[in-house]
Nanobody
Framework: QVQLVESGGGLVQAGGSLRLSCAAS????????MGWFRQAPGKERQFVAA????????HYADFVSGRFTISRDNSKNTVYLQMTSLKDEDTAVYYC???????????????????WGQGTQVTVSS
């Protein structure tokens, strides 16, 4: 089992930056892929970014366009999402997720995301 707790959301002006954190706990938390998803009001949850257990591979949604960076610090059992050049359309609840498969060399939107956090609200104002 993996437990996930997000933090770092808030209100930011368009063009600004924000860093989200996801603290993971559980015996296997450092061995699984981690990712970020988001859900805007009235829309389906969408993939944002993901990183493998060792940080050697990261995958991003096309809309990120180099603005976001995912990273992890396994010594702290924490995954980060650094967001820059934020836009109004980035407003959403951001969820941290973990895969149920350990030690994979690739993580994708279709990976088995079996663990989820409660989400943190990000609001971008123009």
């Amino acid at each position: 089992q993996v437990q996930l707790v997000e933090s770092g959301g808030g209100l930011v002006q368009a063009g600004g930056s924000l860093r989200l954190s996801c603290a993971a706990s559980g015996r296997t938390s450092s061995s699984v892929g981690m990712g970020w998803f988001r859900q805007a009001p009235g829309k389906e949850r969408q993939f944002v970014a993901a990183i493998t257990w060792n940080g050697n591979y990261a995958h991003y949604a096309d809309f990120v366009s180099g603005r976001f960076t995912i990273s992890r610090d396994n010594s702290k059992n924490t995954v980060y999402l650094q967001m820059t050049s934020l836009k109004d359309e980035d407003t959403a609840v951001y969820y941290c997720a973990a895969t149920t498969r350990a030690y994979t060399s690739v993580v994708l939107p279709t990976s088995p995301w079996g663990y989820w956090g409660q989400g943190t609200q990000v609001t971008v104002s123009s």
